[in-house]
Structures are given as structure tokens and as C-alpha cells.
């Protein structure tokens, strides 16, 4: 079983949809998890980190359930401009006490469509 | 601000051949890790390394090895590369993480093909 796992996708959606991506980790040590977006051909870059409590930004909002070893996005009135590959990203204990190991998920890919 | 650059940009090798990759970062990071991607499979965790003079193995660390002599500077070394390291190579940088964690910043990526 992979360590971080997401939705398979591919997600095609039209402007103005809601959409929401899954992903599960299996390592119940993990301490931290974000959520990066990856544009064809660039490096990724953080969308948001995932907090215990759940946290918003903009039309952005990310899930912990951590009883679940499971995460979630949801984008709320889709742009063309989200269209990208949204990847699931856990923080993981390296050895002894030191955090250190970034697991990515495979990814999935939106295209928002007019 | 240069954050994390990767060198070399783009680079074809012939089968056998060596070769190592540079990734700086003039953040002051402790943290910096090399993947591989490819397409369908995500980013795939090769080395990392939690500080200056140590390293240590993600999931995928046959066929390379790294080092992490001075703290800003992570090198990623192919020493017989082969067909199946054809990918695009990504370094990243983070700061010392608690259990809230950092964010990773990345390098620009270095595309490899070995024929």
C-alpha cells in the first residue's frame, strides 16, 4: 500500500462547480499535511498546509480527520484558472525526533472547463 | 530571491554514464530532499537529508547517491545511469519542522533523459 494515497482522477469540471479531492496516509505518526498545487511543467507550490481543525482560504478549504488517516480539499466556484494537478503531501517522522520525510501523493488532475 | 536552483536545467546521458545533479538554497534551510516524477506516479521521494552531513533513503534510492557537505548545497549522483532514471528531477527545501511543519520550496526541476 502506498503511503499517500489520492483520488485518481482526472476531474473535469465546468466554471463555477464545486469539487473536492480525497487522500489517505497510512503512517498514524504523520504530524503534518498540506496540500500543493503543480501547473504542467513547474514545480509545485503550497496551496495550503491542513490543519487539526480544519481551515478555509478563500474558496479554499482543507480537512484533517485524523481517527480517518484521511485529508480533503474542496474547491468551492471553480475558476479556469484552477486547473492543475493538486497534490496530497504528508509530513512524516524521519527517526527518533525529528520530522523531516515529505511523502507526495500520486495527484490529481483538474481541468475546469467553461 | 533565488530560493532553491537546480542545476543543470536539462541534460541527455547515455546509458552508463555518471553524472550529479546540484541543488542550493540560500534560505538557511535545514531540510532538503530530491524526488524523481513521472508521469501517473506523483513525486517519488529519493534521498533526503534533516541537516548538514547526514542523508538518508526515501522510497526510490537505488542507482543514486547523494551528499549533503555544506548546508546549502545537496548533490544528487547518478553513477551508471540507466533508461528507467529518465524523469524529470526535482530538489526541494524546507526549514527545521515541529509537528506543525513548513512549507517546501522548490527548484525549477531538471529534466533527464538517458538513451
Known amino acids: 500500500r502506498k503511503e499517500v494515497e489520492q483520488d485518481p482522477g482526472p476531474f473535469n469540471v465546468p466554471e463555477g462547480a464545486t469539487v473536492a479531492f480525497n487522500c489517505t496516509y497510512s503512517n498514524s505518526a504523520s504530524q503534518s499535511f498540506f496540500w500543493y498545487r503543480q501547473d504542467c511543467r513547474k514545480e509545485p507550490k503550497l496551496l495550503m498546509s491542513v490543519y487539526s481543525s480544519g481551515n478555509e482560504d478563500g474558496r479554499f478549504t482543507a480537512q484533517l480527520n485524523r481517527a480517518s488517516q484521511y485529508i480533503s480539499l474542496l474547491i468551492r466556484d471553480s475558476k479556469l484558472s484552477d486547473s492543475a494537478t493538486y497534490l496530497c503531501?504528508?509530513?512524516?517522522?524521519?527517526?527518533?525526533?525529528?520530522?523531516?520525510?515529505?511523502?507526495f501523493g500520486q495527484g490529481t488532475i483538474l481541468t475546469v472547463h467553461p | 530571491n533565488a530560493g532553491v536552483t537546480q542545476t543543470p536545467k536539462f541534460r541527455v546521458l547515455k546509458t552508463g554514464q555518471s553524472m550529479t545533479l546540484l541543488c542550493a538554497q540560500d534560505m538557511n534551510h535545514e531540510y532538503m530532499y530530491w524526488y524523481r516524477q513521472d508521469p501517473g506516479m506523483g513525486l517519488r521521494l529519493i534521498h533526503y537529508?534533516?541537516?548538514?552531513?547526514?542523508?538518508a533513503k526515501g522510497e526510490v534510492p537505488d542507482g543514486y547517491n547523494v551528499s549533503r557537505l555544506k548546508k546549502q548545497n545537496f548533490l544528487l549522483g547518478l553513477e551508471s545511469a540507466a533508461p528507467s532514471q529518465t524523469s524529470v528531477y526535482f530538489c526541494?527545501?524546507?526549514?527545521?519542522?515541529?509537528?506543525?511543519?513548513?512549507?517546501?520550496?522548490f527548484g525549477q526541476g531538471t529534466r533527464l533523459t538517458v538513451v
Open positions: 526541494a527545501s524546507s526549514a527545521k519542522q515541529g509537528a506543525g511543519g513548513t512549507e517546501a520550496f
Open positions: 503531501v504528508v509530513n512524516e517522522r524521519a527517526g527518533g525526533t525529528s520530522y523531516g520525510k515529505l511523502t
Open positions: 537529508s534533516v541537516g548538514e552531513g547526514t542523508t
